[in-house]
């Protein structure tokens, strides 16, 4: 296990009032409040579906990983929606912070930060653009089929309730390992230079010697260089290289910038989550 990096401590103070706003979400557990007056096999499924989620992503609070990160990501909304159907106001604002914590690059950083080797520092990448609403959509539809659908079940409603559930079965075998590879992207930073790991724009990972770098560059806009951001918009840093190297792009990329899939650049564009953090690590300050 690698040791925590200076550029990380702040993501771990965030991870542990994660936690703690968690432990508040278990006193108030909206999940079984939300249906205090449904029949007894409703309320069964939504407590059994409530807690067994709360304990999970207790587990990833004390265990950090991008897994991890995924689970929590993938929890939290549903915990913001039960505590809006209970109507209590405690849980709306605990679920509600939690949601936006964990979705902060602090906590994203710590989290895939706990699985790296050495000495290597991780920061998350921010998501593509074309990869965002079917993400989205993914989520409402894997969320709505199980939850959704069993709760339909419970309720004696099978005409809705079971072709939903079984949607939300098949989905359950593949797209939780898709909204997981969202979670599974980052620049990392090692002693001989810098690695940029993201297979949904790229085929291949990028690795650059620190001697082949010649500029680093906090870039408020794209530009010239080589696009490796998969079209996100805002800061990046624009990796300027001595050499041209071979960059081997995914199809979607590719199309996306109406170029062939294998390029040699001259200087390339990345976009962590935090810029000035990952700048500074990439320099060695």
Partial sequence: ??????????GDIVRWFAFLVWLVLAVTAPWTRAVTDASDPVRWTATIWGWAGWVLVLQTMLVASPLSLTAARMLA????????????????????????????????????????YGRETRFCLRAPVPHMVPAVVAWLLLTGGLVGGSLLVAAGNFVAGVPLALTGIVLALRTPR?????ARRWLVVVPAGLVVHDHLVLAETVMVRRHEISSLVDA???????????????????????????????????????????????????????VRAALAALRGE
């Fill in 1 to 10: 296990m690698a040791r925590l990096p200076s550029s990380h401590r702040r």
């Fill in 77 to 116: 909304p549903l915990v913001a929606v039960s505590s809006v159907v209970a109507g209590d106001p405690v849980a709306m604002l605990a679920a509600a912070v939690f949601l936006v914590t964990v979705f902060t690059a602090e906590f994203a950083d710590r989290m895939v930060q706990g699985s790296a």
């Fill in 178 to 182: 898709r909204l997981h590879g969202l």
């Fill in 220 to 274: 408020p806009r794209s530009g010239e260089e080589a696009d490796l951001t998969g079209g996100v918009l805002g800061r990046r840093i624009v990796v300027s290289l001595a050499d041209s190297e071979k960059v081997i792009l995914t199809d979607i990329t590719a199309r996306m910038l109406g170029t062939v899939g294998a390029l040699h650049v001259q200087a390339f564009a990345m976009a962590p989550r935090r």
